[in-house]
């Protein structure tokens, strides 16, 4: 929890007053081992953040105001499991799946107070293949669905040579996507003139 000065004296919009917030976070990991090449995780956590702000603007219109409510509550809860294992002696895996759901309530920043929430799952693996002593081959990718844009897929491709020791050439190619923010997507910031001065 934390109580903070925010503003500066005589500056009408961005006046003297305290911000009020606070955080939390728990996070829970289960992790199995099945020998020195092999291991199974399962991880989960929650984290909360809130914030209250709220000040008024003077207008040159005597009698109205702007109140500004920039308060905000956000929220993220995950799971993920990852299963990482020796294949063959030349090769190594891992695989995973992964849920989250963020929520976030601002009147400021969505023009209303109810919670504007998106929620993702994926499934991710990853190949690593010594097929030369000096030549390691990286292949996977990542399939994932998410509320506001929909699935896609982001392949992967390396190629590691290493002539020597402490000189390795690379060379690869890979396809990313850019999840946008729930700013970006619903955005929607309003002000209103307020006659009665108050919030």
Same mark, same amino acid.
């Given at each position: 929890?934390n ?8 500056n ?10 606070g955080?939390s976070?728990?996070q ?30 003077p ?6 105001t ?6 905000h ?16 002696p ?10 989250? @759901?963020?929520?976030? *309530? ?6 209303? %107070? #109810?919670a ?6 994926? !499934? ?6 010594r ?16 509320s ?17 020791a402490?000189?390795?050439?690379r060379?690869?190619?890979? @396809?990313a996507?850019? *999840? ?6 619903? %955005? #929607?910031?309003r ?5 009665? !001065?108050?919030?």
């Open positions: 929890e109580s903070t000065g925010a503003g500066f004296p005589g009408a919009g961005n006046p003297l007053r305290t911000l009020e917030g955080s976070y728990a829970l990991q289960w992790t199995r081992s099945y020998g020195p090449d092999e291991e199974l995780r399962l991880s989960a956590y929650y984290q909360r953040e809130t914030g209250q702000e709220r000040f008024i603007i207008t040159p219109v005597p009698g109205i702007i109140p500004v409510d920039a308060g509550t956000t929220s993220r809860s995950n799971i993920e499991l990852q299963h990482t294992f020796q294949a063959r030349d090769m190594r895996v891992v695989w995973g799946l992964e849920a989250r @759901k963020d929520s976030v *309530t601002s009147r400021q920043m969505f023009n209303t %107070g #109810d504007q929430t998106t929620s993702l799952v994926r !499934g991710f693996g990853n190949l690593e293949w097929i030369h002593p000096l030549v390691l081959i990286n292949a996977g990718g990542t399939l994932e669905h998410y506001l844009t929909g699935t896609s897929l982001a392949p992967r491709l390396m190629a590691n040579f290493q002539p020597m402490g000189q390795t050439l060379v690869g190619v890979s @396809k996507y850019r *999840t946008p923010s729930l700013a970006e997507q619903k %955005g #929607d910031v002000y209103y003139y307020s006659p009665l !001065g108050t919030l």
